[in-house]
């Protein structure tokens, strides 16, 4: 690993500075993005290996290139571990991300025109799940269905939407959610029509392996899921049948093996696979149970420390990683000035979305904010209550500047907000502030990547 960057630094020195320039970044900033993490050095290590130089279309002793007989150990590896994590008969770990995963299963289960569900954007769901700019939303009938006022899933809608337009497919799963999911009740909906149940636990899969989260397997036919956020894994993509899938299709293993491979994707890249399976290793072991239950304990001490400040939260808590801000008693559309000011403060968060958002998802009235990239850096309770309140602080210096009403303006507005915010003296206290805790919580204790 060291020799690796050693050669980049000699032979393209450009790169190597601005590699040099993201890690700075990341060693001395709040990552509170609910959907990244921090890989440990042996997923880095997996992914910097020479498995990238070789070709392996198809799958384990069904290739169509020659010298896979290595490669072939080290994607069954992958497979075994992912069927042991998660406890189901199959599983697919090619996906180049969860997008295409998330396509894969349209094209093993429905024809253009069907009729699929999912939950709308604005209200959590993924743009794969049907919204009407992602082709999903395009090639398919999409009928998306929301929640409620209080941020939880409207169960009625999705019962009536259900028996009304019988849908091929239903999706359960978000991006932005903050609660478990009702997964053994959208089981019970999609059944009653014939529907195939897909759960996207992109976000809560690592939560799931340790058994923090409620587990889709019993209640869903396929499952699909990122590797790269809460599994901590390399960026990445896998599909899982479980024995419920099989049930309802014997052939339903091979329709998402095909609709990988050779439907959507050529060669999959041996080096991610090869890291999948080291991250899905330590998923394996009790500390990432640990590990999880951290995340869960400081999200709830995050939002308890936000709350005490007066800064409302959507559902009043978490059940997860993560948190959803509603500024709306601010005024709307404040997720922009809100995420602009944490960012001069060295915390990275996203606007979203709130339910019954009054703005738009360009211009939100929420913040999310998620704790695992934090838990990973061996933080606790004690520096959520902290980080809370600077978040708090910030929220508070910039609840003045209001979103212009014309959309010519808006533009302007904001880059003079910028300006304004630069010269903030408290802003820059906080980012002080940041900084020195950063350096308590090395990224990479004792092995600097970049040496
Ligand atoms: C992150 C995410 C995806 C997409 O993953 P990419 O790797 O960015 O393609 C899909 N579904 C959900 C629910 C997600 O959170």
């Known amino acids: 690993m060291h020799d690796m960057m050693a050669s980049i630094k000699k032979t393209d020195p450009e790169m190597y ?14 990552e509170m993005i609910p959907s990244e993490n921090n890989v440990s050095k042996a997923v880095l290590q997996a992914m910097g290996s020479i498995l990238t130089n070789k070709y392996s279309e198809g799958y384990p002793r069904k290739r169509y290139y020659g010298g896979n007989q290595f490669i072939d150990e080290v994607e069954t590896l992958a497979i075994e571990r992912a069927k042991k994590a998660f406890k189901v008969p199959h599983a697919n770990v090619q996906p180049y991300s969860g997008s295409p995963a998330n396509f894969a299963v349209y094209i093993a289960t429905c024809k253009p025109g069907d009729v699929i569900m999912g939950q709308n954007l604005t209200d959590g769901g993924h743009l794969t799940h049907g919204w009407k700019a992602s082709v999903t939303g395009q090639l398919f009938k999409s009928v998306p269905y929301h929640v409620k006022e209080d941020g939880y899933l409207d169960l009625d ?10 849908p091929k497919l239903i ?33 809560i899969a690592g939560l799931v392996i340790a058994g923090v989260h409620k587990s889709p397997v019993p209640y869903a036919h396929i499952i699909t899921t990122t590797t790269h956020k809460t599994i901590r894994g390399p960026r990445g993509g896998m599909i899982m049948v ?51 239950r951290q995340i869960v304990k400081n999200s709830k001490a995050l939002a308890k420390s936000l709350m005490d400040d007066g800064i409302k939260i959507v559902t009043d808590g978490t059940n997860n990683h993560m948190i959803l801000i509603d500024l709306t008693s601010f005024g709307k559309g404040k997720g922009v000035f809100v995420q602009e000011a944490l960012d001069l403060a060295g915390i990275t968060v996203n606007k979203n979305t709130i339910p019954a958002e009054p703005s738009s998802p360009f211009y939100p009235s929420g913040v999310r904010l998620g704790t695992p990239s934090l838990t990973t850096r061996g933080m606790k309770e004690k520096e959520m209550k ?36 630069n010269k903030n003296e408290n802003i820059g206290k906080i980012k002080k502030e940041v900084i020195e805790l950063c350096k308590k919580f090395p990224l990479y204790p004792g092995f600097d990547i970049l040496k």
């Open 17 to 30: 500075k601005l590699i040099k320039k993201e890690f700075g970044r990341q060693q001395l900033g709040l």
């Open 157 to 166: 809608e999705i019962k009536q939407l259900a028996e009304k337009h019988k």
């Open 171 to 203: 999706w359960v799963g978000a991006t932005a959610y903050v609660r478990e999911f009702p997964f053994e009740e959208l089981g019970k909906i999609a059944d009653n029509v014939g529907a195939y149940l897909a759960a996207d636990i992109a976000h």
């Open 386 to 421: 902290i980080i809370g309140k600077w978040i708090a602080d910030v929220i508070k210096e910039v609840k003045d500047f209001n979103l212009p009403e014309d959309k010519e303006e808006r533009k302007a507005y904001i880059k003079g907000f910028k300006k304004a915010i």
């Open 242 to 292: 479980t024995q419920k899938g099989l049930d309802k299709d014997p052939e339903l293993a091979q329709k998402i093996d095909r609709a990988i491979f050779p439907g959507l994707q050529g060669g999959p890249h041996d080096h991610t696979t090869a890291a999948i399976a080291v991250a899905l290793q330590e998923d394996l072991q009790p500390e990432f149970k640990d590990y999880c």
